[in-house]
């Protein structure tokens, strides 16, 4: 099956920390930019942040920069959120996705683009 398998979401107290991964299955993942995004019922799906093909250089929304650090291990074909100082505003499903043939300068943070794997979204609450 060719898919992206998310883990690593759940609970967590404010000024805590949680690290997503995503997996690739099927495919290499080194050939693809990466983004994450999250979802709030009744919200419009925002772009996180991205990490690009050519020398890993990334991307972030101002609402998490500076708290949040994407990255990829090709050697283990995932890619990885780390989430840092959380807060309640980031209680969100996230995503990650996957898209092949961009150019290798490009960062991709938007729903332009056609990815062509999404994973199946985890859950992230951030609670006292």
């Known amino acids: 099956q060719l898919q992206l398998v998310q883990s690593g979401g759940g609970l967590v107290q404010p000024g805590g920390s949680l690290r997503l991964s995503c997996a690739a299955s099927?495919?290499?993942?080194?050939?693809?930019?990466i983004g994450w995004f999250r979802q709030v019922p009744g919200k419009e799906r925002e772009g996180v942040s991205c990490i690009r093909r050519d020398v890993n250089s990334t991307n972030y929304a101002d609402s998490v920069k500076g708290r949040f650090t994407i990255s990829r291990d090709n050697a283990k074909n995932t890619a990885y959120l780390q989430m840092n100082n959380l807060k309640p505003e980031d209680t969100a499903v996230y995503y990650c996705?996957?898209?092949?043939?961009?150019?290798?300068?490009?960062?991709?943070?938007?729903?332009?683009?056609?990815?062509?794997?999404w994973g199946q979204g985890t859950q992230v609450t951030v609670s006292s």
């Open positions: 099927g495919f290499t993942l080194d050939a693809y930019a």
């Open positions: 996705a996957a898209v092949r043939g961009l150019l290798m300068t490009v960062c991709p943070m938007t729903l332009v683009y056609d990815y062509n794997y």
